[in-house]
């Protein structure tokens, strides 16, 4: 409401007239930050006001150090960023913002549940079925709780012998079935669990010899 003036004097027309059109400084000066306009606002109240806009849904406590250092594949750590981010375009997230074009929140899969990030990535029964291939085939000691967890909030597990396996099975995993979503979306491929379960196990399997 504040900057509403500013808009309407843009757009308004003045042939007859030597008054120069209001230009950024004049906006920035109608911003106020800590009782200051913008354009003089010290970086740290720019700063504190920023931190005070991130969402409270975000989990700040990620240890991005970690996540930045980890040695995986450039396209699967661009997943897990989205997964921490909470961006990943579902159809929940879709039906949001774009409500007239994606009518449904419902999963395209099984139509049984609103696709959230959770049930894109480990709800849906088809997922489950892949990270169950995995998990058995190469850690039964770990589950899907804790997958999720390291996934989505960046709690990575205690430092073992097993960690940088279970960093990377959970990063290609969940980069498979990114995969696999979005070329049945767009390319009208199957989604077939064993298949995606059997390229995620063979990304795995070539990246274990890196870990020693
Ligand atoms: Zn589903």
Redesign the pocket.
């Known amino acids: 409401m504040v900057l509403c003036p500013w808009f309407i004097s843009c757009l308004e027309h003045r042939p007859f007239t030597d008054t120069p059109s209001p230009d950024l400084s004049s906006l920035l000066s109608l911003v106020q930050l800590d009782s200051t306009s913008l354009g003089k606002a010290s970086t740290r109240s720019l700063q504190r006001h920023l931190h005070l806009q991130v969402p409270s849904s975000l989990n700040l406590s990620v240890q991005w150090r970690k996540f930045w250092s980890v040695a995986i594949p450039h396209h699967c750590r661009t997943v897990w960023c989205k997964m921490l981010w909470d961006r990943t375009p579902t159809r929940k997230r879709l039906n949001l913002f774009i409500p007239r074009r994606f009518l449904s929140s419902?999963?395209?899969?099984?139509?049984?549940?609103t696709?959230d990030q959770y049930?894109?990535f480990f709800?849906?029964?088809?997922?489950q079925q892949v990270w169950n291939v995995i998990l058995s085939h190469f850690c039964l000691a770990w589950n899907l709780a804790e997958i999720c967890l390291l996934l989505t909030r960046g709690s990575f597990p205690p430092r073992s012998s097993h960690q940088g396996l279970w960093i990377i099975l959970s990063a290609v995993t969940a980069k498979a079935i990114w995969s696999a979503h979005w070329k049945f979306v767009f390319d009208d491929q199957p989604f077939l669990s064993g298949v995606v379960a059997q390229k995620a196990s063979t990304v795995i399997e070539k990246h274990i010899s890196t870990l020693a």
């Open positions: 419902s999963c395209i899969f099984c139509q049984d549940a696709e049930h894109f709800g849906c029964s088809i997922n």
